[in-house]
């Protein structure tokens, strides 16, 4: 096992609170002098806030160590995990997790692991476990495969990230049976230092209630609870839901209950509903909203609904809806990220907003948080192996989520609108996908239901949320968090095949509001024009401090010219005529002349032998007095005239300097 990365990893188990959940935090700090280096700013050389890669590995550690506490605990738990050192090889969701894992073992709070994962790669052909970095980068994303990392305790799975391209549910399933075998190992070896430094876990005060609170809350709930929940309409089911616990309270404080039994009661509301909802769907199949357990909500699909913006789609499902929004612009305007391992430049981005508003509350706007970063990451990585390749797309594409209703699974509405809002941008993305929520009610006998497209209750009392994107060909993403302890091999296999089943439907929704990527851009949006120049040029294209090539930004009233290297040039205009003018000028400046050739242009200088013409951008060539025309010609102001347009044959060429001739050429 390489430890290459060394961490440390502290916890503290802090005193009870007067609380209604457990409070657990996971902290990821990366620190820069890991890698070697001096980051940050030029002002504030020091880490700030998390950036979105450790966010995103700080809630793979949380969702795999969560569910393994007893929910009634009310001491605070705290995880820090800090990189001391890294490399550029090895992953570090793989250590990080294992080292968590480790010391919330050896430690005495009370948990039920330990847990483990492995990053898996499969290019289609080969199933590798915890591969290098550079082995993934040589070839993902690949033609079909997937790249995973899944972790869970020695027997089951309890958390999924999945990146894929059109991989089988069948290989899927397959390769997690394997992983799982993998993750036993590094548990047992976990449970080696356990056996040798491990302390004895504390004994610790459970948040209970009294058994005659128990019962009057039961006694109270009997015949209003089921009446409540089971209602169809979202609106409806919130406010007799609302009811019915305003009412218990009203009783409690009746009684004389002081606040932490009402603090209690509702805990106790909590658990009858979470055995109603568990009752209803395992013995008879009943969903709060009366669907099947295999059945979606409805569905609708718009495209173009914003005039002005580059693409944009409203994509419906029940009562969540997503209006998904994209804008491409010239390189220029990718995102640069500043991690340990230095600079990542993303010419990709897919942003979730979710505003208190989608769920009919209030609070806090501002700036994304844990949750939206994952929602939003999770649908860019079911779309972004659909995005073109620089050569064949040369746009910079974000593409924004805005929830505006939220009843289950906004992310993968974000989605089927992303899909859809790139492909009324004239994104040539390669096919559609779409993208579903599974749940899962299970029982104390190992029975379990699977449930497609969750909302509200399902989702709130349900085992699992196992979300799955994909094309027609395959999955492209899947994520999946538990509240149990883990899923079984045989669990795994059910929620792909149903999903699939729902990923289907979905798809023929978004098919007919649009099948294929419209032929054109938006009037809207910038034209991107490309030439290729020869690469001992491109410091003539640039000038002297980019005074040439911001001349001729400023003469054509061009956006943009990004010059590559390999002598490649995108010009961006704000349309197709300012833009080609700025490739006419480029394209003016390189060109080849050739002896022979006619061109045209201004005397911009009288010299006593001769006179200078300016036939394009920073190129010119002279006319000799003798050249000016047939005979003896005595001063070159007889013939021509400062700041006068003539035409001139190209006689000479050597090393750029350009003799030209009048002789014959008609004016």
């Known amino acids: 096992m390489n430890l290459n990365k060394k961490l440390f990893k502290t916890e503290f188990a802090g005193q009870p609170k007067d609380s209604d959940y457990f409070p657990l935090s996971v902290d990821y700090e990366e620190r ?31 969702r795999t160590v969560r569910p393994l506490f007893d929910h009634r605990l009310r001491r605070e738990v705290q995880l820090v995990v800090t990189i001391l050192e890294i490399d550029n090889e090895s992953d570090l969701e793989f250590i990080t997790l294992m080292t968590a894992s480790t010391a919330l073992a050896i430690s005495d709070i009370p948990w039920n692991g330990p847990v483990a994962g492995v990053k898996m790669l499969f290019d289609g052909n080969k199933l ?19 790249l995973s990392f899944v972790s869970g305790t020695a027997e089951k799975i309890n958390m999924i990230e999945l990146e894929g391209v059109d991989a089988e549910e069948s290989e899927v399933a397959k390769a997690f049976d394997l ?30 209630p009294d058994a005659k609170l128990v019962k009057l809350v039961h006694d109270y709930l009997d015949g209003k609870l089921e009446k409540a929940l089971y209602t169809k309409d979202k609106g409806e089911q919130h ?31 909590e658990r009858v509903t979470d055995d109603l909802v568990h009752k209803k769907i395992l013995e008879s199949e009943i969903r709060p909203d009366g669907r099947k357990l295999d059945e979606v909500r409805d569905l609708h699909a718009e495209v173009g609904l914003l005039q002005r913006a580059h693409g944009s789609a409203l994509f419906i499902r029940g009562e969540t809806q997503a209006l998904v929004v994209t804008t491409i612009a010239p390189p220029g305007a990718e995102q640069l990220m500043e991690n340990m391992r230095g600079l990542v430049e993303r010419r990709f981005m897919l942003h979730y907003n979710f505003p208190p508003y989608s769920t009919g509350e209030t609070g806090r706007v501002g700036a994304p948080g844990r949750r939206e970063i994952g929602h939003g990451a999770l649908a860019e990585k079911a779309v972004k192996n659909l995005i073109p390749t620089e050569d064949e797309f040369p746009y910079v594409i974000r593409v924004v989520s805005e929830v505006l209703s939220s009843n289950g699974s906004s992310s993968q509405a974000t989605t089927c609108g992303a899909v859809l809002s790139m492909m009324d941008a004239g994104i040539p993305i390669k096919k559609s996908v779409a993208g579903i929520a599974m749940g899962m009610m299970t029982g104390p006998k190992g029975e ?48 792909l095949a149903q999903a699939k089943q729902a990923r289907l ?38 000038g002297p401090g980019g005074k040439v090539i911001n001349s001729i930004i400023e003469t054509t009233g061009a956006l943009t010219i990004d010059i590559e290297q390999t002598g490649r040039v995108l010009i961006a205009g704000p349309n197709k005529e300012k833009a080609q003018a700025a490739l006419e000028a480029v394209q003016s400046m ?46 070159v102001e007889d013939v ?28």
Request: aromatic share 6%; charged share 30%; proline share 4%.
């Open 32 to 62: 820069f002098y890991a890698a070697g280096k001096i980051l940050g700013s030029r002002f504030v050389r020091r880490e700030g806030r998390p950036g979105e890669e450790a966010i995103l590995s700080g809630r793979i550690i949380d």
């Open 128 to 146: 590798t476990f915890n591969a290098k970095q550079t082995d993934i980068k040589a070839v993902w994303p690949a033609e079909k495969g997937f």
């Open 179 to 208: 992983a799982q075998k993998e993750i036993a190992k590094m548990i047992d070896w976990q449970k080696g230092i356990v056996k040798e430094i491990g302390k004895p876990k504390a004994s610790v005060h459970l948040a209970e």
């Open 640 to 667: 021509v005239k400062l700041g006068q347009v003539v035409k001139a044959k190209i006689i000479k060429s050597d090393m750029g300097k350009i003799g030209l001739s009048m002789k014959g050429v008609p004016q």
């Open 448 to 495: 379990y239901k699977v449930l497609t497209d969750i909302q509200g209750p399902e989702d709130h009392y349900g085992d699992m949320d196992f979300k799955v994107a994909g094309s027609a060909d395959g999955v492209r993403a899947v994520q999946m968090d538990v509240k149990i302890d883990g899923i079984t091999n045989k669990m795994l296999v059910d929620g």
């Open 590 to 635: 390189v060109k080849e002349y050739t002896i022979g050739e006619i061109v045209q242009g201004p005397i911009v200088r009288i010299l006593e032998f001769g006179a200078i013409v300016e036939f394009g951008p920073e190129q010119d060539g002279m006319i000799h007095v003798s050249e000016l025309k047939e005979g003896f010609v005595k001063k």
């Open 239 to 269: 406010r007799k839901m609302a009811e019915v616990q305003n009412g218990l309270k009203a009783l409690l404080v009746a009684e004389g209950r002081d606040e932490k039994e009402l603090i209690l009661a509702n805990q106790i509301f």
């Open 505 to 542: 439907e979905i798809l023929k929704v978004m098919n007919k509001a649009l099948a294929a990527p419209r032929k054109e851009i938006s009037q809207y949006a910038p034209v991107i024009l490309r030439l290729d120049i020869n690469p001992d040029k491109i410091g003539l294209v640039i």
